[in-house]
């Protein structure tokens, strides 16, 4: 299984891609150096494999990239990492990891674009055994659980 991401941004000489392995690494790459004879390549690991990846433009005032790599993993975690140009040959490289478990299914990462609405950014829906609404607020990634009582006798 492997899942794929790629975007560019204008802080990024290059298109930035994101790849992820069923042994649960993920891999970061600028597509300038990954057609060079020593490609530069990222790795970082996590404790599940990923089941999807969003790449996004970040508004964190911690980013110089203005980039973010969104991981949904298969224990239903999501983890996000700064993306910024590394200071060796001009890779890119990933720092500030933050990770929050949004279920414990695999959790499918959607982006719905930026939906602003006064001081929040909705960014996507995380989709596990329940979803989550996925936004931005004051430079931060936050989420917020979608939740539905059911009545006696009602059917889903």
């Not at 794929?4 to 069923?22: D, F, G, R």
């Not at 790795?43 to 991981?71: D, F, I």
């Amino acid at each position: 299984m492997y899942t794929v991401a790629v975007a560019s941004h204008t802080s990024l000489p290059s298109p930035v891609i994101a790849v992820s392995t069923w042994s649960g690494e993920l891999l970061l790459y600028s597509l300038d150096h990954l057609l060079t004879v020593d490609p530069l390549v990222t790795s970082m690991h996590e404790p599940s494999a990923a089941t999807s990846l969003v790449l996004r433009p970040g508004s964190s005032p911690n980013t110089s990239s203005g980039m973010q790599l969104l991981a949904g993993l298969s224990d239903g975690t999501m983890v996000i990492y700064d993306v910024e140009l590394g200071s060796e040959g001009g890779g890119v490289k990933a720092t500030n990891r933050k990770a929050s478990g949004l279920g414990t299914r695999p959790l499918q990462l959607v982006s719905t674009g930026e939906i602003s609405h006064k001081e929040e950014t909705i960014i996507g829906v995380g989709l596990s055994e329940r979803m989550s609404v996925l936004f931005e607020s004051k430079g931060r990634i936050d989420f917020s659980t979608v939740n539905r009582k059911v009545s006696p006798g009602e059917v889903m």
